[in-house]
């Protein structure tokens, strides 16, 4: 057979249709990403893998969103003197000239004996410095219900807390048990908000507030404007300055010290105004998360 024959044979057909195939699905796999900015998060991402190809980026990010720091086992033994924890899951991508190879995010190692820790914004970037939390994490959950938003909690890289974004179509419900005596209530699943569940519940809870900042502050809509505003279409340094003050309040008045202030001194040693922010929307909705925070709110009336 000569070489043009092997060219059109129908093993080289498979071979090219299957490499279709793959950036088919990994097109696919892109439009799953609905708005524009969750787009720009992926392709940042594989910008940021520059060890790995292109694809293994979007293995990696499929399989563990947020990782950033990834090697394989031996590489983290020999170069940083980190081992693999008990229990990690590995990430599995393609190996170069052979199957697949299996890494692992810096969540998922551990120092060995008298190596020093790494430095705080490579493992725990969204832990908090101090404080702890009793049950404020279970009641603003419990709470957030009432609004539709549905808390997922799975694990992620060291590099992502958290989001939130509107629910997918379908009609799907979630039942909210209401005080004790009042029965159930249906109500329409309207958002998912992801928590990092390699967090501790106090980043978590920071987290949460952050996510539900942008909730109520109404960056993602509203379903009621008597229950906060419609305001789609602000920009992202104002969304996110407005996120990280309620975060910050919320979070110092109770006593857990996290991340927000740096983000807020950084803003405002690099700016000489603040941006156009509502501090209606940011005492309001301060107000509200903490109030979720301490009591069990009764559900939503469309009138109210």
Same mark, same amino acid.
């Given at each position: 057979?000569?070489?043009?024959?092997?060219?059109? &044979?129908?093993?080289?057909?498979?071979?090219?249709?299957?490499?279709?195939? +793959?950036?088919?699905?990994?097109?696919?796999?892109?439009?799953?990403? $609905? &708005?524009?900015?969750?787009?720009?998060? #992926?392709?940042?991402?594989?910008?940021?893998?520059?060890?790995?190809?292109?694809?293994?980026?979007?293995? =990696?990010?499929?399989?563990? $969103?947020?990782?950033?720091?990834?090697?394989?086992?031996?590489?983290?033994?020999?170069?940083?003197?980190?081992? =693999?924890?008990?229990?990690?899951? *590995?990430?599995?991508?393609?190996?170069?000239?052979?199957?697949?190879?299996?890494?692992? !995010?810096?969540?998922?190692?551990?120092?060995?004996?008298?190596?020093?820790?790494?430095? *705080?914004?490579?493992? /725990?970037?969204?832990? @908090?410095?101090?404080? /702890?939390?009793?049950?404020?994490?279970?009641?603003?959950?419990?709470?957030?219900?009432? !609004?539709?938003?549905? @808390?997922?909690?799975?694990?992620?890289? %060291?590099?992502?807390?958290? %989001?939130?974004?509107?629910?997918?179509?379908?009609?799907?419900?979630?039942?909210?048990?209401?005080?004790?005596?009042?029965?159930?209530?249906?109500?329409? /699943?309207?958002?998912?908000?992801?928590?990092?569940?390699? #967090?501790? *519940?106090?980043?978590?809870?920071?987290?949460?507030?952050?996510?539900?900042?942008?909730?109520?502050?109404?960056?993602?809509?509203?379903?009621?404007? $008597?229950?906060?505003?419609?305001? =789609?279409? #602000?920009?992202?340094?104002?969304?996110?300055?407005? +996120?990280?003050?309620?975060?910050?309040?919320?979070?110092?008045?109770?006593? =857990?010290?996290?991340?927000? !202030?740096?983000?807020?001194?950084?803003?405002?040693?690099?700016?000489?105004?603040?941006? %156009?922010i509502s501090l209606d929307c940011v005492l309001k909705g301060a107000g509200l998360i903490e109030q979720m925070a301490r009591i069990r709110l009764p559900p939503r009336k469309e009138n109210e």
């Amino acid at each position: 057979m000569t070489n043009g024959d092997e060219a059109r &044979s129908p093993a080289a057909a498979w071979d090219r249709n299957a490499a279709r195939r +793959a950036l088919d699905d990994l097109f696919a796999n892109a439009r799953q990403f $609905k &708005s524009s900015a969750e787009y720009g998060d #992926l392709i940042r991402f594989i910008a940021r893998f520059r060890r790995y190809s292109p694809f293994n980026a979007v293995l =990696i990010h499929t399989q563990l $969103k947020g990782a950033r720091y990834v090697a394989p086992a031996n590489r983290w033994l020999r170069d940083f003197g980190r081992r =693999i924890k008990t229990g990690a899951q *590995p990430i599995v991508i393609l190996q170069p000239k052979g199957p697949v190879m299996f890494v692992f !995010d810096v969540v998922d190692t551990e120092g060995l004996p008298g190596m020093p820790p790494l430095p *705080p914004e490579v493992d /725990r970037p969204f832990e @908090v410095r101090r404080g /702890r939390i009793g049950a404020e994490l279970e009641l603003t959950v419990a709470n957030a219900l009432r !609004d539709g938003v549905n @808390v997922i909690e799975r694990k992620e890289g %060291s590099q992502s807390a958290g %989001s939130i974004r509107l629910a997918p179509p379908g009609g799907q419900i979630q039942v909210v048990r209401l005080k004790p005596g009042l029965g159930h209530l249906k109500v329409p /699943r309207r958002y998912d908000l992801l928590l990092n569940a390699s #967090l501790s *519940p106090e980043a978590r809870y920071a987290t949460l507030v952050h996510e539900l900042a942008h909730l109520y502050c109404g960056h993602l809509g509203t379903p009621n404007e $008597k229950w906060w505003p419609d305001r =789609i279409g #602000l920009g992202l340094t104002e969304r996110e300055f407005e +996120a990280e003050s309620i975060c910050y309040l919320v979070c110092e008045r109770l006593g =857990i010290g996290n991340p927000s !202030d740096e983000y807020l001194a950084g803003y405002l040693r690099e700016n000489e105004q603040v941006p %156009s922010i509502s501090l209606d929307c940011v005492l309001k909705g301060a107000g509200l998360i903490e109030q979720m925070a301490r009591i069990r709110l009764p559900p939503r009336k469309e009138n109210e």
